[in-house]
């Protein structure tokens, strides 16, 4: 059971015995904040809960790039080549590499035969090996290590292409604008995936386009407010995180209002709190 | 039909009953004379030929009959080819073409040396180990997603019951979904692949 965290660090237990009387109190739905909205579908007995709903975006842009191999990998991969190899029989280029070279052979030693030279074969194996070589030469494949990293250019989504990156937004939270994961509160008669696609749609305006992985959520952070922001109906908030892969390449306008950062896992720690991080890596894969 | 013509004989002999006995002998022979072939024995039944009259009389009623009862032999021919286990078609894979068979193919390799077969016993070691850690380390990271997403349905479940049963329903656009796996360089944007013909020889079987 993770430990919810508290905004601006406050420690959840000292809230931690009044829980119940704000409970008991936000009984009524009349205000109608999200509970009431809900009409015939609502269940009967439950009781308004004092958590806000939100719903988050996670949104990952998949690597585009494999990732270098580890040395144990290359030494692996280098002596399966050589074993693979070993075991195979001679191929018909191979054979015909030979019988041409064992030709050369004879014609050094035998240079008065040149009767028998005039209607061979002019092209060699080993003169087609090399023109493959250079065709493959001429080809400038792209870089792996593209521009935006070399600068470290966070906004950018060329950067560490063998790795996800996940876009984090700074909003608005309460008096402060912090770093986080895309969030918007949860509105009455939406289910809380489609309150993440409202997230991204108000992020992008419709130029993005990623597929969701499926309608629950991958994640959720809890915190409570701070005491002077509590009332009877939120205690605190709860968001839940929903994963969605990029599938558009174009980056998000510039236009953006806000800051954003596409960013690995590893480098979320500059941005997100402790708590939040914790919550967050662990429904994230490695790098 | 010997009859008929007979009877037209004596109609036209009735007709021109006035007429003089010369007439009526000419034109019972003109009647006879107008024959297609020697088959055709009277005017009035031309089909009655006969290599036709050797046939049974009502044509209409039988033909569409043996038309059919020729059709359903086909059939029952067809249905018996259909029955009979049909012929394998070979996989290509699983038979090595006779001329990698020969000895002259086959590579000459010099053994191994002690040091080099130590070096890949060791290898082969580490790298078991190697796959063993990336193995562990891939089970914890599932363990991990699974139990962040049991957790928050948990949570789900606490906040509505009505939230929680439209999350846990299935999502059927989900899959099929295909996406491009990476590649070992990144792609070059506004790349044209040099023009070639791809021959596709693969053996297409058909019944």
């Given amino acids: 059971m993770a430990a919810p965290g508290g905004w601006r660090g406050a420690l959840w237990s000292r809230g931690g015995g009044k829980m119940a009387a704000p409970m008991q109190r936000g009984l009524c739905g009349g205000a109608g904040r999200w509970r009431g909205a809900l009409g015939s579908r609502c269940l009967t007995a439950a009781a308004a809960s004092p958590w806000r709903l939100l719903g988050a975006l996670c949104l990952q842009r998949p690597p585009r790039i494999t990732p270098a191999l580890s040395p144990v ?22 054979i015909r590499h030979l019988v041409e ?34 065709k493959f030469q001429s080809f400038k494949a792209g870089h792996r290590l593209t521009d935006a990293d070399k600068c470290n250019d966070r906004t950018s989504l ?28 949860w509105q009455a008669g939406e289910t809380l995936r489609s309150t993440a696609e409202r997230v991204l749609a108000t992020l992008s305006g ?82 | 039909m010997l009859a008929a013509a007979c009877g037209a004989a004596r109609l036209l002999s009735g007709v021109r009953g006035g007429a003089g006995s010369s007439l009526l002998s000419s034109q019972l022979s003109w009647t006879i004379q107008f024959r297609g072939n020697h088959w055709q024995t009277s005017m009035l039944a031309f089909q009655a030929s006969l290599p036709m009259r050797a046939e049974p009389k009502k044509k209409k009623k039988v ?54 077969s130590e070096r890949r016993a060791l290898l082969l070691k580490k790298w078991a180990l190697y796959k063993k850690i990336e193995h562990d380390a891939e089970m914890e990271t599932l363990k991990s997603l699974m139990a962040a997403q049991e957790e928050a349905l948990n949570e789900l479940r606490l906040e509505s019951e009505e939230l929680y049963q439209a999350a846990i329903k299935r999502d059927d656009d989900l899959f099929p979904y295909e996406k491009e796996g990476p590649s070992y360089t990144p792609q070059i944007p506004g790349y044209e692949a040099p023009e070639g013909k791809c021959i596709d020889v693969t053996k297409v079987y058909t019944h």
């Fill in chain 2, 63 to 116: 033909d569409p009959k043996r038309a059919q009862v020729q059709k359903d032999r086909m059939k029952k021919k067809i249905k018996k080819l259909e029955k009979a286990s049909q012929e394998m078609i070979p996989i290509e894979d699983f038979f090595t073409p006779t001329k990698f068979l020969d000895a002259s193919r086959v590579r000459e390799i010099s053994p191994l040396s002690f040091e080099e």
């Fill in chain 1, 206 to 287: 419709n130029h993005i386009r990623a597929k969701f992985l499926g309608n629950a959520p991958c994640g959720f952070y809890k915190y409570k407010f701070p005491k002077a922001f509590r009332t009877e109906d939120s205690v605190g908030a709860k968001i839940f995180f929903f994963k969605a892969l990029l599938q558009s390449d174009d980056m998000l306008q510039a236009e953006r209002r806000g800051e954003y950062a596409w960013v690995s896992k590893g480098e979320l720690g500059d941005y997100l709190k402790p708590d939040y991080l914790k919550q967050i890596t662990s429904f994230l894969m490695d790098q």
């Fill in chain 1, 101 to 134: 070279e064992e030709q050369l052979q004879k014609k050094k030693y035998n240079i008065q035969d040149e009767a028998t030279d005039s209607g061979q074969a002019i092209l060699l194996a080993q003169d087609l090996e090399d023109a493959w070589e250079q």
């Fill in chain 1, 73 to 94: 990998q290359e030494e692996m991969a280098r002596l399966v080549q050589q074993i693979e190899v070993e075991k195979s029989h001679f191929s018909d280029h191979e």
């Fill in chain 1, 158 to 185: 060329n950067r560490k292409l063998d790795r996800n990156l996940v876009l984090l937004v700074k909003q608005q939270v309460g008096s402060q604008e912090q770093w986080l994961l895309p969030q918007a509160e």
